[in-house]
């Protein structure tokens, strides 16, 4: 899949800390790790991330509000973007 865009930009009507909520819950019963951000944006600008090793390789989904996809603020856009490493090594979301 080189190459190949899977993240994806959603609208929440609601408020950021409810759907924030809502990825934190989900990702940590899946039995992903939630990682603090330690830029010192909060969460409810910068998103948020998890990692876990799938297949022998580290993963980190992101729930990011920094969307360039043409929704605005005013939507409450965001973005669920996976991520790896190429060699599969540690990954670490911020």
């Known amino acids: 899949m080189h ?7 959603y609208a929440y009507p609601g408020k950021r800390d ?9 990702a940590t019963e899946a039995g992903w790790a ?3 951000n330690r830029t010192g944006t909060p969460d ?3 998103g948020i991330c998890f ?7 580290w993963t980190q989904p992101t729930v990011d509000f920094r ?17 790896s490493a190429v060699d599969g090594s540690a990954v670490h979301c911020y």
């Open 67 to 83: 969307v360039g996809s043409g929704y605005g603020p005013e939507v409450g856009a965001y973005r669920v973007e996976p991520g």
């Open 34 to 36: 939630f990682e603090a």
């Open 51 to 57: 990692t876990k090793v799938l297949d022998g390789r």
């Open 3 to 9: 190459g190949r865009d899977v993240s994806r930009t």
């Open 18 to 26: 409810e759907m924030l909520s809502f990825y934190r819950r989900a």
């Open 44 to 46: 409810d600008v910068a």
